[in-house]
């Protein structure tokens, strides 16, 4: 990465495979263990660990109960302001998606680089979002066909539509319906890329700066190191938002297959 | 990119690994863990709307049982003055009677007194008209040495005290 001086802001992206399971394989395809896959593995950890502190069941919560329960009931609120009561079922699902892709993001900004590890962010990669944001659009598929049937596509007609408006309006809404998994998959992925491909650009700066000419280095190389200190917390804040975008966009697609209009 | 340089080779395991980790994340975590979290907060927040309900119906009750006691205390202060009022109207009645008893008491003893008196004066008249009857026949025996009859000098005192 560091040929002559160069420093490439992608190579952060790159997936390797870990401890030599190169050619591991399920059915012809490649599992290789990745570092990908070891970084949704922590997150899976940190996630169960975080919970395991909240399942105390104490009537009186200490500080660990207080802040799962903070969680999940931040999700009950966001499931029942979209779907109303009904919305509880999907507590589960939405609160595994949330804090998945929470801690996702938040483990992929440790600066574990400052100890020679390679901190990873794998919602930086559609093929993972992608799955999550498919995920998401099945669910409200089913639950949208299991309850109304065939009337689940009077989603694509909105009330008060004019007879000879109904046939192009339902392709119009069925194009903006089809399209919700790839907002909701590519959101996530351009988010977290972009933030992280900043931040490298930014940190090439302070180093090719200051390799060039001290006084480039304390002129581009410390604007450029100040910036990133605000593009940090700037990425942390994103992070949040990301996560509760996607679950606040699979409670709102639900609500649609709850509750059609 | 290597999202997409790599994407032939890595796209199998990502998905593997996504599957595995984020359907361990489901199923442990969200539907084995996140109910239990859940329902404790839930049970937490009816426990607290309960005990708030049951204080405000303790509140209710309270309220209550202090109107009844008002009521209460109302009615015992005028039934205690009725009862007085009742016990003084009595006393007053009684002794009233008592009074009425009395005066008749009295009375039938003044009357007694005084046909006693009237007696006495009658037996006195009675007397003297005796002792003047006598005295009349004295007085006439000595003067005219007449011995003037008792019937006579009877109604001679008799005329005099009448006049007299």
């Known amino acids: 990465m560091a040929e002559s001086g160069k420093i490439d802001p992608m190579h952060q992206f790159a997936i390797e495979p870990l401890f030599g399971t190169d050619h591991l394989s399920l059915g012809g395809f490649n599992i290789a263990f990745t570092n990908s896959a070891l970084y949704m593995v922590l997150a899976a950890l940190v996630l169960w660990i975080f919970v395991i502190g909240g399942m105390k ?65 794998f919602t930086s990669h559609f093929t993972a979002t992608g799955v999550l944001a498919i995920m ?33 309006l339902f392709f119009i809404e069925l194009v903006s319906f089809m399209v919700r998994p790839f907002s909701l998959g590519l959101r996530l992925f351009v988010a977290m890329t972009a933030g992280h491909v900043l931040l490298k650009v930014l940190a090439g700066f302070v180093i090719n700066s ?24 700037l990425e942390v804040l994103v992070a949040v938002i990301q996560a509760y975008v996607f679950a606040l966009l699979t409670s709102v697609y639900l609500n649609d297959a709850e509750n059609l209009h | 990119m290597p999202q997409i340089a790599q994407i032939a080779e890595t796209y199998s395991s990502q998905i593997f690994w996504l599957l595995l980790t984020f359907g361990f994340v489901f199923f442990v975590i969200g539907l084995g863990m996140v109910p239990k ?16 309900d049951a ?3 303790a ?65 006195a008249i009675a007397e003297i ?8 026949r004295d007085m006439v025996a000595r003067i005219s040495g007449v011995n003037a009859s008792d019937e006579a000098a009877r109604n001679a005192v008799k005329a005099a005290l009448a006049h007299g």
Do not use: C
């Open chain 2, 59 to 123: 509140f209710a009750r309270a309220d209550e049982a202090e109107a009844d006691y008002k009521v209460r205390d109302a009615q015992s202060r005028a039934a205690a003055q009725a009862l007085l009022a009742k016990a003084k109207s009595d006393a007053a009645k009684a002794s009233e009677a008592r009074m009425a008893a009395a005066d008749a008491d009295v009375a039938a003893k003044i009357a007694a007194a005084e046909a006693r008196i009237q007696a006495a004066s009658n037996a």
């Open chain 1, 136 to 168: 998401s659009f099945s669910i409200v598929l089913i639950v949208g066909f299991a309850k109304h049937g065939f009337h689940f596509f009077s989603l694509f007609v909105p009330h008060g539509t004019p007879a000879l408006m109904v046939v192009p």
């Open chain 1, 57 to 121: 069941r104490e009537l009186v919560p200490g500080r660990w109960q207080m802040a799962v329960e903070y969680m999940t009931g931040f999700i009950k609120n966001l499931l029942i302001a979209n779907i109303g009561d009904k919305g509880r079922k999907y507590i589960p699902y939405v609160f595994s998606l949330f804090m998945f892709i929470l801690l996702a993001n938040l483990l992929g900004l440790l600066p574990l680089g400052l100890f020679g590890l390679h901190p990873f962010t």
């Open chain 2, 37 to 52: 979290v859940q329902g404790t907060a839930d049970a937490r927040d009816a426990k607290i709307s309960g005990d708030l």
């Open chain 2, 55 to 57: 204080a405000k119906a």
């Open chain 2, 129 to 136: 008209e005796t002792v003047a009857a006598d005295a009349a």
């Open chain 1, 210 to 233: 200051a390799n060039a000419s001290p006084l480039l280095g304390f002129t581009v190389g410390s604007a450029s190191f100040i910036l990133m200190i605000g593009i940090s917390a």
